[in-house]
């Protein structure tokens, strides 16, 4: 694929290394935004922006630990002093284990709101305020459908994560709206990432297909379709909304009936 030139647009992109972050950096790239792919593994990162760029995009790598006050407000001072402004933030970055219920530590539930939610939170803020200059701006923070109901044992932590996610999705659409800025949720079912497999095993997966009307996983390629939407002109009057892409999972109850 050869990228396109560019738009003038910045876009930064959390987790932007691997999986649906990497698929959206991409996007993005291929329709002439400069990019700022951020991650935590800073070496996938600059890997991955040396290939947008070999494909002709406008690519940089950053050192983001969004659950880092302190990394979140030093990335988004760079982005300002190189490029004045920032016009899509996508927040993709997450992290998620598995443990019973009854058995789930305290450390990673919250380690995984630190990262999920406070990390959302803290680099909408800091995007949000170089957006307002321009009256123009757009938030995806990528969700799941296992924050919108729950998706199987032991996702204690993840689900209720995403589930705050989208409802501070709409708490940003509501108080970002006057100065031009939507702020939507993407929520994914089952994609095949490298999340995912590590993650889900043969039986989960075969089992959560069989819930799924289209009974198969997603593409990273399908998610980054629909951030696409969402951060585009087209896109101006649709803020606050939990967007499932979900092969009709959200709307099955019974699927095999």
Same mark, same amino acid.
């Given at each position: 694929m050869t990228l396109s030139a560019s738009n003038g647009r910045v876009a930064l992109v959390t987790g932007g290394a691997k999986g649906i972050g990497a698929e959206v950096c991409l996007a993005l790239a291929a329709k002439g935004f400069k990019v700022w792919v951020a991650d935590k593994d800073v070496q996938s990162a600059q890997a991955w922006a040396d290939e947008l760029q070999k494909k002709g995009g406008q690519a940089q790598?950053? #050192? #983001? %630990?969004v659950a880092d006050p302190a990394s979140v407000a030093q990335v988004f001072a760079a982005v300002e002093a190189q490029d004045v402004?920032? %016009?899509? #933030? +996508?927040?993709?970055?997450?992290?998620?284990k598995v443990f019973p219920f009854l058995d789930f530590p305290l450390d990673n539930f919250l380690a995984t709101m630190a990262v999920n939610v406070t990390g959302t939170l803290l680099c909408a803020q800091h995007a949000a305020r170089l957006m307002v200059p321009q009256r123009w701006g757009r938030i995806v923070n990528i969700a799941s459908v296992a924050g919108l109901?729950?998706?199987?044992k032991g996702r204690t932590a993840y689900g209720t994560s995403k589930g705050a996610v989208v409802a501070l999705t709409r708490q940003m659409a509501v108080e970002l709206a006057e100065h031009g800025i939507t702020a939507n949720a993407v929520c994914p079912g089952p +994609? %095949?990432?490298p999340m995912t497999r590590e993650l889900h095993s043969e039986q989960f997966r075969g089992e959560y297909a069989k819930a799924i009307p289209m009974a198969r996983y997603g593409l990273t390629t399908e998610v980054a379709a629909a951030v696409m939407y969402l951060v585009s002109d087209e896109a101006s009057y649709t803020t606050g909304v939990a967007l499932p892409v979900d092969g009709g999972f959200m709307s099955a109850g019974a699927p095999g009936l």
């Open positions: 790598a950053v #050192l #983001l %630990d402004r920032c %016009d899509v #933030l +996508v927040n993709s970055a997450g992290i998620a109901r729950a998706v199987g +994609v %095949d990432t």
